[in-house]
């Protein structure tokens, strides 16, 4: 795949306004709404250090939360963790659209950052429109005159067709970020030219979400292998005519139509030979272990990890592997007893020297958690944004860059 964008090499920034869109949005604590995980605001660090040390003035947008959910909430926490990682100060601006962010802006100096309001305060940020349409709403007819450049860091976004993603690109000379760039390139050495056996592992709780993925990864020849957990692997092996159990079920209803069955079983029926599911898993019995094989009687409580045999065989086909893509844990992570599966699936990639990439928000979490993260190839920020690129679609921030970096 060609890509044409332009990225922050080819502009001089020095003393230049510059308006940077990121995504860190961030897993909130829902009782304290303090951030849980740094990983999203990290990934925003190289890309503003580097405009920051070459004399730029930087302005940042952001979102956290959808409108009117209880995740949504103002940046000040996320401005005050990127002035730790970053060992500079960044301010946070409560305004987005009026006087008091023009001035702010205006009155930037070479190297200074600032944060604005989450951009989602904005009543038309989520409206799906063209970039040359978002170009004529007011957040762009507001921002744009007062700044040189627009760079696009935000790839876990970048599957969306957002104003504050697109609609400067239309009327602001552009660039990828540091970020977009890196995720580009590492997803696209899953995506163009594996090194062979590649293996995927899906794990979490999305069924419906993983259907078309694996049915692509196998159908474009790109995974050799297939291995799947989690309640995704229950949900596989229902649809295989394994009997999960009551709870299992419940927690499944809604994943489980007979839509979503029916393709599975499609999936199965043509691929079975290079899926792997899990033969055994380990219940919650009071707060206990217990291991089961899925053959036999149907588990009678919630399953919350792959079981032993199940580990060994998905680790001697990660064994073998030369790349390996983790999306999402196979068990329950933060409980220590049901850490298990997952700690090994990792363990198993990173030791056999595979080109191993990670992705999506709780495989990151986990990957933290379990002290992995230095020994991962590469740790995606896209759960969606990962998704649409391994599904080969168009991504709208993508096609956008390209479109600008053509106009003169």
């Known amino acids: 795949m060609v890509y044409s964008f332009k990225t922050l090499g080819d502009f001089d920034v020095a003393g230049k306004r510059v308006l940077v869109r990121v995504d860190i949005n961030s897993p909130l604590e829902r009782t304290t709404l303090k951030v849980k995980d740094r990983s999203k605001i990290a990934s925003a660090v190289p890309t503003l250090k580097e405009l920051s040390d070459k004399g730029a003035k930087v302005a ?31 301010k946070y601006v409560d305004d987005l659209l009026g006087s008091v962010s023009k001035k702010a802006i205006e009155s930037l100096k070479d190297g200074e950052i600032i944060l604005l309001k989450n951009v989602r305060s904005y009543g038309e940020e989520d409206h799906r429109l063209s970039p040359e349409h978002h170009a004529e709403g007011a957040l762009v007819k507001h921002l744009a ?4 450049l627009f760079v696009n860091d935000a790839f876990a976004s970048a599957h969306r ?12 000379p552009s660039a990828a970020g540091r970020l977009m760039e890196k995720e580009i390139e590492s997803l696209s050495r899953i995506v163009e030219s594996p090194k062979r056996p590649c293996v995927v592992v899906f794990g979490g709780t999305k069924f419906a979400d993983s259907i078309q993925v694996v049915n692509h990864l196998l159908e474009a020849g790109i995974a050799d292998n297939i291995v799947i957990g989690g309640l995704v692997g229950l949900a596989y092996s ?55 094989t899925l053959d036999h009687d149907p588990p009678s409580l919630h399953s919350l990890d792959i079981g032993s045999k199940t580990i060994e065989s998905f ?8 790349t390996v893509l983790i999306s999402g844990p196979v068990g329950v992570f933060e409980k220590e007893e049901f850490a298990i599966g997952t700690r090994a699936i990792f363990e198993k990639s990173v030791s056999s020297g595979a080109y191993c990439i990670i992705g999506g928000g709780h495989t990151t979490a986990a990957a933290n958690q379990m002290g992995f993260s230095e020994r991962i190839s590469y740790i995606s920020s896209g759960g969606g944004a990962l998704e649409h690129f391994l599904l080969g679609r168009p991504m709208a921030v993508i096609e956008a860059l390209n479109q600008a970096a053509l106009r003169k």
């Open 60 to 90: 940042v947008l952001a979102h956290q939360g959808k409108k009117d959910h209880w995740e949504y909430t103002d940046l000040h926490e996320h401005a005050e963790i990127l002035s730790v990682l970053l060992h500079r100060n960044v």
């Open 145 to 148: 005159p007062l700044f040189d």
């Open 161 to 172: 067709q957002h104003a504050s993603l697109l609609g400067f690109t239309a009327v602001l």
């Open 238 to 292: 229902a649809a295989d005519g394994k009997h999960i159990g009551d709870e299992n079920m419940k927690t499944l209803a809604n994943e489980l139509s007979p839509e979503h069955v029916a393709k599975a079983k499609r999936i199965l029926s043509k691929f079975g030979s290079k899926i792997t599911l899990p033969v055994d898993l380990a219940l919650d019995k009071d707060g206990k272990r217990l291991e089961v």
């Open 315 to 322: 680790g001697e086909i990660l064994s073998h592997a030369k």
